[in-house]
Nanobody, 121 residues
Framework: QVQLVESGGGLVQAGGSLRLSCAAS????????MGWYRQAPGKQRELVAV???????NYADSVKGRFTISRDNAKNTVYLQMNSLKPEDTATYYC???????????????WGKGTLVTVSS
């Protein structure tokens, strides 16, 4: 099967930076879109940023100019560089990827377990 494992979360002061990583492992044939979502307490999960396998990116308006998503296709890893962090960025950040691991099933959607980012004011 396929597993997504996030790392890099933690506590940071407002204005600081963090870099999240998410590595996909397992019997992977191909990885298409990879991305980051976040969920703050009491709120719905929302898109932060996504990137296709050819590098096309899309960002939520709230993070444009502050966050940068990138990926290493050889390592099946996606990154999220977060700069100028604000208290409202506090949330659990989840990695998402559309991965083909069986030629019979096509692309399937996988989620990581999440990593907590806390931004103090």
């Amino acid at each position: 099967q396929v597993q997504l494992v996030e790392s890099g979360g933690g506590l940071v002061q407002a204005g600081g930076s963090l870099r999240l990583s998410c590595a996909a492992s397992g019997s992977i044939i191909s990885t298409n879109v990879m991305g980051w979502y976040r969920q703050a307490p009491g709120k719905q999960r929302e898109l932060v940023a996504v990137i296709t396998n050819i590098g096309t990116t899309n960002y939520a308006d709230s993070v444009k100019g502050r966050f940068t998503i990138s990926r290493d296709n050889a390592k099946n890893t996606v990154y999220l560089q977060m700069n100028s962090l604000k208290p409202e960025d506090t949330a659990t950040y989840y990695c998402n990827a559309r991965i083909t691991y069986s030629p019979l099933l096509g692309g399937m959607n996988f989620w990581g377990k999440g990593t907590l980012v806390t931004v103090s004011s």
